[in-house]
């Protein structure tokens, strides 16, 4: 079994910066990639970004590039989203997941919330 534990979520006003964590703990070995989602209220959850555990290539919605970053360490199992310039848009419960040999899993989730 593998545990995802988000963290870092809160309040920001719009232009403001988050920096979301997500640490895999349990049998979570030979991971493939681990990637952010988001669930607006009444929206479908929908994909934000991930990273390759391998080399760490990353991949992004349109409407977050250049805006967002993840990052990883691949020593503790722990990425990271860095969020600037955050609009109300951006407000969601955002979701880790992890996808490796063991299959896929998913966080418990992280509110975030932007203010106009």
């Known amino acids: 079994q593998v545990r995802l534990v988000e963290s870092g979520g809160g309040f920001v006003q719009a232009g403001g910066s988050l920096r979301l964590a997500c640490k895999a703990s349990?049998?979570?070995?030979?991971?493939?990639?681990m990637a952010w989602h988001r669930q607006a209220p009444g929206k479908d959850r929908e994909f934000v970004g991930n990273?390759?555990?391998?080399?760490?290539?990353?991949l992004y919605t349109d409407s977050v590039k250049d805006r967002f970053t993840i990052s990883r360490n691949v020593a503790s199992n722990t990425i990271w989203l860095q969020m600037n310039n955050l609009n109300v848009e951006d407000t969601a419960v955002y979701y880790c997941?992890?996808?490796?040999?063991?299959?896929?899993?998913w966080g418990q989730g992280t509110q975030v919330t932007v203010s106009s």
């Open positions: 997941r992890l996808d490796g040999l063991t299959g896929g899993y």
């Open positions: 349990g049998r979570a070995f030979g991971i493939h990639a």
């Open positions: 990273i390759r555990w391998a080399g760490g290539a990353t």
